[in-house]
């Protein structure tokens, strides 16, 4: 468990981070000149190359934009200078710039030129990010924000060849990969609470639980942003450990092109494609991202291919309105894995995965495709109202079908002599549609000395859906050491049909200001109204034998409150509660045959957040508890309904660090100590006392990436990273006690990649691979009641790209 001892220490880190960080700050001059690069529309421009010219016409400072648009000249002498800024597509800038012993900040805004200019530009790597609007739905620098909010850039993903959004937030402390869907959604937790594969995209929800679908395409993403703890104050419902959003490619004011293939182990090959294209000037612009994937897997009988179109319009009809229009078709089937199945050990309270080769599959072959194809349409406007007020509409469409013929699964442990049963349910029909509208107005003004960031606005939410099976089939037990696969089974019996409309609708008011005072201190308050309608219509049998309707309407109302210093420029202390609202328990309900309440929680943070070596290098450590309410457990007066008095509590230690380094080295790192525990619990058996299944108590990760930036070897880099985690058990939900406990060992795992970059006139050619497990390490990534997911054995992927 996280000891006293180990907070202490969290403390006694914090308070040494903020000491290295005014060290490591004091012997950095501050900038003189520094700055923003933007284009028309205000959207800042990454990789533009900015230079400053003394009298004489000599360079006496260059640097390049980072993914915020800035740059930053330090040690610059009093005088007269020229500052010049040039990148691909717009018209070259030059101002005339007096530099005394005041810092200079400026902000510049470049024009798309007439005629495409040969000017070779290489953007920056880069780790660090200094803004983020996940945390507070508006761009606020993250040593503002009193909310734990990590930040996971495009060059990360890059470096890595992130395929997965999963294995993107093995970066992030406090969030580990869960297997809701095994293997066919992004299943995750967060301070110990399972996401249920639900994320966010530009602000938009995207239900993969109960919507099913594919999991999150990596070739349509920007960046990645985590908000740690609850943030249903901003979003609506949700789990209380936090929210993952997911930045999408937007079209942008230049032209390029870019071109990738990857291949590697286990016939992997995945095709990528990025054009970006003013239609009329800077008016109109278009972008498309295509992907193709069709891959094996280390485990037999799984396989996946994917089709999927991502084309996007942004419209800029005049300086005040921008309209952008996003759309998405996917299509392709994938395979539900159920992993390898455990077997009890003599005392029969607790079991191990059986000891197969990790290739093992017990289910036939052809069984649990799922051939999905789901498309979504999302407009959106922003328009100016005044100087600092905006008007914000998104609206998303989304449908997704998604039949299953054969779902086949394990119903237990193996026995004695390595026989597993199975069971099979069969899904032809399976549909979901998807309504999300958000409009809120973002808003600075000041009252004396006060300033302020507000925001107001309003959200709706309608799913539904419906699907269609049959529960009779029984398949042939299989034995895993001398598996016979595809043994007939008989004709399914309309007795065992069911079926379900499912159909939820969400909407809710929200307001929140944060507000700076003198001192540079920090105070965000906010609170939601929320309103819910839950409906679930199941039948069973042919004919209609039963039919079982539930439902639930609530409102209250969730604050949120923050407080954050930053006594210096590179360091801030912040403290915060939030509430948290949460969904009513699917399958859950009370006696009068109504959905319990929905289940809430609060929690209590403290944290450091450091800024190093002229924004370089970021820091961050925080100390959190969070307490769940209203969960489902037994009704003692009324067996066979539940009652919403159970309780859960997380709580832990985290740090993360992103950033640059040294000039060559950047590296992103994260740490978490968790302790999660269900504490009050009338299921028998009970849970109470218990950990969180599926939830590990430690869990590290660390990446480098070293990349000179001249001489000899500028153009290579190379990369290596460390991954760990332990203390991860599930329980098996046996009828009486006692309980069966699932363990999978802790495991350590080591990845490296190696890459290198040229230029070609216009083009530039990279190469790179990425060697997973290289020490091909056999272990199991996480568990499931009665079953454990192999991690993959060493593997390695090649890439090549080409960028016009």
Not at 138 to 144: I, K, S
Request: proline content about 6%.
């Amino acid at each position: 468990m996280c000891s006293k001892r180990l907070y202490n220490a969290a403390f006694a880190v914090a308070a040494l981070v903020v000491l290295l960080s005014q060290f490591a700050n004091a012997q950095v001059s501050p900038p003189k000149v520094s700055g923003t690069v933007q284009d028309a529309t205000g959207s800042v421009i990454a990789g533009v190359h900015v230079s400053l010219h003394n009298s004489a016409g000599v360079a006496v400072a260059t640097a390049s934009t980072n993914p915020e648009g800035r740059f930053v000249f330090a040690k610059v002498a009093a005088g007269a200078y020229t500052l010049t800024a040039n990148f691909g597509g717009f018209e070259s800038l030059h101002k005339e710039v007096a530099v005394s012993l005041a810092p200079v900040e400026l902000t510049l805004t470049l024009h798309v030129g007439g005629v495409r200019q040969s000017v070779e530009v290489t953007a920056p790597a880069s780790y660090v990010a200094t803004e983020a609007a996940a945390g507070t739905k508006v761009n606020m620098p993250l040593m503002e924000t009193p909310v734990a909010v990590a930040v996971i850039p495009q060059q990360v993903l890059q470096d890595q060849q992130t395929v997965s959004l999963v294995d993107a937030l093995i970066n992030v402390s406090g969030v580990a990969a869960t297997n809701d869907s095994y293997g066919t959604s992004d299943s995750f937790s967060i301070r110990g609470f399972d996401a249920m594969s639900l994320l966010y995209q530009d602000g938009m929800k995207l239900d993969e639980y109960s919507g099913s679908g594919f999991a999150q395409d990596m070739a349509n993403v920007e960046e990645v942003q985590v908000v740690k703890g609850p943030a249903s104050v901003l979003y609506g419902q949700a789990e209380p450990g936090g929210l993952v959003e997911v930045v999408t490619k937007k079209p942008q004011a230049g032209r390029f092109a870019s071109l990738g293939q990857q291949f590697g182990s286990h016939q992997f090959s995945r095709t990528t494609v990025d054009v970006d294209q003013p239609l009329i000037g800077k008016q109109l612009l278009a972008r498309l991202v295509v992907s193709g994937t069709d891959a094996n897997s280390f485990r037999n009988f799984v396989h996946t291919n994917e089709f999927n179109l991502y084309p996007s319009l942004s419209w800029h009809p005049s300086t005040r309105v921008d309209f952008t229009l996003q759309s998405a078709y996917e299509t392709g089937s994938n395979v539900l894995d159920n992993g390898i199945p455990f077997v009890l050990d003599s005392s029969g309270t607790s079991a191990a995965p059986v000891k197969v080769p990790h290739s093992s599959n017990f289910v036939d072959y052809g069984a649990n495709r799922s051939n999905n194809t789901q498309y979504s349409l999302k407009p959106s406007m922003q328009m100016q109202l005044a100087e600092n007020w905006q008007l914000r509409l998104q609206y998303k469409f989304e449908s997704i079908t998604e039949p299953t013929p054969v779902d086949e699964y394990y119903t237990g442990d193996v026995d004695a002599s390595g026989n597993l049963a199975r069971s099979i349910f069969t899904s032809p029909k399976f549909h979901h549609r998807f309504n999300h509208v958000v409009a809120d107005v973002p808003g600075k003004f000041s009252l004396g000395s006060v300033k302020n960031n507000f925001l107001i606005g309003f959200d709706f939410y309608k799913e539904s859906g419906g699907w269609f099976g049959n529960t009779s089939l029984t398949p042939a037990t299989i034995n895993v050491f001398a598996p016979v696969y595809n043994q007939p089974y008989g004709a399914p019996d309309p007795s065992g049909d069911i079926g379900a409309v499912q159909g939820w609708t969400e909407y809710g008011a929200y307001i929140q200001d944060v507000a700076e005072l003198p001192g540079r201190i920090f105070v965000l308050g906010g609170v939601r109204l929320n309103w819910s309608e839950q409906l679930e219509n199941y039948t069973f049998g042919t004919p209609v034998s039963s039919t079982y309707n539930t439902d639930v309407h609530d409102r209250p109302a969730t604050p949120r409150a923050g407080l954050l210093w930053r006594p210096k420029q590179y360091v801030s202390l912040y403290a915060s509660f939030t509430a948290n609202y949460g969904s009513s328990a699917l399958g859950a309900t009370s006696a009068n045959l109504k959905f319990l309440p929905p289940e809430s929680a609060d929690q209590v943070e403290f944290g450091v957040k450091t800024e190093w070596l002229n924004r370089r290098l970021t820091a961050s450590t925080a100390v959190y508890r969070i307490i769940k309410h209203n969960i489902p457990t037994a009704d003692p007066k009324n067996p066979g309904f539940s009652e919403a008095i159970g309780t859960a509590r997380t709580q832990g230690i985290e740090f993360d660090v992103a950033g640059q380094a040294t000039r060559s080295l950047r590296l992103i790192a994260g740490y978490s100590c968790l302790q999660a525990l269900t504490t009050t619990d009338n299921n028998s058996p009970s849970m109470q006392g218990q950990p969180f299944p599926s939830v590990p108590h430690y869990a590290g990760s660390v990446w480098g990436t070293w990349e000179p930036q001249q001489g000899s070897l500028h153009g290579l880099r190379a990369g290596l990273g460390v991954q760990t985690r332990s203390g991860e058990q599930a329980y098996e939900y046996v009828s009486a006690p006692p309980l069966i406990l699932d363990r999978i060992p802790h495991y350590t795992t080591l990845s490296m990649m190696g890459g290198w970059e040229h230029g070609f006139g216009r083009a530039r050619l990279s190469a790179q691979f990425n060697i997973g497990n290289l020490l091909n390490k056999s272990y199991f990534s996480n568990v499931n009641p009665s079953q454990a997911m192999p991690g993959a054995p060493f593997s390695i992927l090649p890439a090549l790209q080409i960028k016009f």
